[in-house]
């Protein structure tokens, strides 16, 4: 199975402070990937490197087979990326523009990536408006009279119109409550089952990262301090830091044993995202 996306030795530095320090990793065609760490460990800084929005100190990116290590200019090539990997953050309110309601968000990605004609635009814009489950009105209003999970369909389903091989799931899942939560992670696995497209997930939440991928990384302070399967990662860990992160994991009957608040919080870095 050819590698979609793949992570070698890569480190970026903001002066002093070294977030991200030698990682390498590699994920498979229709395989997904999580990277769980605590705040500030770097997850987020690695994501912002894949997409362009940061430019790696050293180490190298490659998708598809693309080099994307270094950023590029050219309009064609910058969306011939955006066809290879999409983003979906947290908070969707600060990726979507407020003026434009899902149809016109969708259609916009397609008329910049496909280059279709308007009939066929509509006709992929329901299409997918429908995969997401969003409802007729949902579809033509603006993202102000949407819910948070309503708005993360919406950003999911703007993601998926550029048809990308990869997509990295930011926290997106965090802010929705449990019941919406387990819709839009019951959807993303039928988005995969019917695509074959692969997540690169972040996540805090080990349940969310047991349902949604095949192998983990475990990040501390911007290196990778365990990797394997989820499954034998999270009921095995055999770092101690993954043993406190699973410790840290509330559970009814859940008593605080020790403490990783010693850690430091990272910046959210939740940018608009730009259409690529
Ligand atoms: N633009 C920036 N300038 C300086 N330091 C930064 C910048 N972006 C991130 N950092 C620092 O890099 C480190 C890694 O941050 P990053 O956001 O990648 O962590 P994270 O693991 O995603 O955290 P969280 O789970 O809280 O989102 C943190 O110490 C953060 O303060």
């Not at 070294?18 to 065609?29: H, K, P």
């Not at 605590?38 to 929005?53: C, F, H, P, Q, V």
């Not at 349902?211 to 302070?221: A, D, G």
Request: net charge positive; aromatic share 2%; hydrophobic share 40%.
């Amino acid at each position: 199975m050819p590698d979609v996306l793949e992570v070698e030795n890569l480190r970026k530095e903001y002066g002093d402070l070294v977030a991200v320090d030698g990682v390498s990793f590699a994920i498979g065609e229709g395989q997904s990937l999580a990277i769980v760490g605590e705040s500030g460990s770097g997850k987020t800084t690695i994501a912002r490197m894949i997409i362009g929005l940061e430019r790696p100190t050293s180490g190298r990116i490659s998708a598809c087979g693309n080099d994307r290590s270094a950023p590029v200019r050219a309009a064609g090539k910058r969306r011939k990326r955006g066809r290879e990997v999409q983003i979906v953050f947290q908070d969707p309110y600060t990726s979507l523009d407020p003026r434009h309601s899902a149809e016109t968000a969708i259609d916009e990605v397609l008329r910049i990536h496909h280059g279709w004609d308007a009939a066929r635009r509509r006709e992929r814009v329901a299409e997918l408006a429908g995969l997401v489950g969003l409802d007729t009105r949902q579809r033509s209003v603006p993202p102000k009279s949407l819910s948070g999970g309503q708005r993360q369909r919406v950003a999911i389903a703007r993601a998926l119109a550029a048809e990308p091989k990869v997509l990295i799931l930011d926290e997106s899942v965090a802010a929705l409550d449990v019941s919406i939560q387990a819709q839009v992670l019951n959807l993303l696995a039928d988005i995969r089952d019917a695509t074959g497209i692969s997540y690169l997930l972040i996540s805090h939440d080990l349940a969310v990262v047991r349902q949604l991928t095949e192998q983990v990384i475990v990040m501390r302070k911007g290196s990778v301090v365990e990797r394997g399967a989820t499954g034998t990662v999270l009921d095995d860990p055999q770092h101690a830091y993954t043993r406190l992160l699973r410790e840290s994991v509330p559970r009814p009957g859940w008593q605080p044993q020790r403490r990783i608040s010693a850690l430091p919080v990272g910046d959210r870095g939740a940018a608009p995202v730009p259409v690529r």
